[in-house]
């Protein structure tokens, strides 16, 4: 499987477009926001000849959603996400607000949407990706982890030396913290972790490294 990253939009989150040997591909966390940032990521998919087959987000947030709707447009296709972030399509103009972007003029919300829960599986060519739910950023986050290449997708859960953000409408700390443990600990060390932002890692750096899941609970979270 080959993995192609874009980082879009003035929150710099990380798109990427998943492709293998029969040119199927899959895009995750659509996020382009310039005209530009729109052509590079099409560009790319109409120079490599390839179908798209999914397209896919880790969480709602309204960062991740910007490129959605274009894409859902031109390939007629759902996007899917797992139900307990569909309250975030409420009120995405105070989303938007809350990080001091201007009211926005399109409409963000998905025009076509499908459940992805705990356990889906994504199938394109000869790759296929398992969902896991990982409630604590939103409550809907989820990371998709491919078993035979050992690579995870982990949206806005897991960053390199991070975790995502838990003070946004329904976080958890501790649920984020408790998804992280017990879910993406539990892969094999060297899986390599794809973040919604910045550079990728990997589950042993994270174990060994990573300060916000590794403190002790009765130090606290500053």
Do not use: W
């Not at 007629?76 to 201007?102: S, W």
């Not at 982890?145 to 997708?153: D, P, T």
């Amino acid at each position: 499987m080959k993995v192609k990253t874009f980082e879009f939009n003035p929150l710099g989150v990380n798109t990427y477009l998943l492709s293998d040997e029969t040119k199927e591909c899959v895009v995750i966390d659509a996020a382009f926001f310039y005209a530009d940032e729109q052509e590079l990521l099409l560009n790319y998919i109409l120079d490599h000849d390839f179908v798209v087959r999914h397209l896919i987000n880790t969480h709602l947030h309204f960062d991740h959603l910007f490129g959605v709707n274009p894409l859902v447009n031109r390939f007629g296709l759902p996007l899917r996400y797992h139900p307990d972030d569909q309250f975030l399509l409420e009120d995405i103009p105070a989303q938007m607000r809350m990080f001091g972007f201007p009211s926005p003029h399109p409409d963000y919300r998905p025009v076509k949407g499908e459940e992805l829960q705990e356990g889906d599986l994504v199938r394109f060519g000869n790759q296929i990706l398992h969902v896991l739910h990982l409630p604590g950023h939103s409550p809907g986050s989820v990371a998709f982890y491919e078993a035979e290449a050992n690579i995870l997708f982990s949206g806005d859960a897991l960053f390199h030396s991070g975790i995502g953000r838990t003070d946004l409408p329904r976080g958890s700390y501790e649920t984020l913290i408790g998804s992280i443990r017990n879910k993406l600990y539990s892969l094999p060390d060297e899986t390599i972790v794809y973040p919604g932002h910045g550079p990728s890692t990997t589950i042993g750096q994270e174990k060994r490294n990573n300060p916000f899941v590794n403190m002790n609970p009765s130090e606290g979270n500053d």
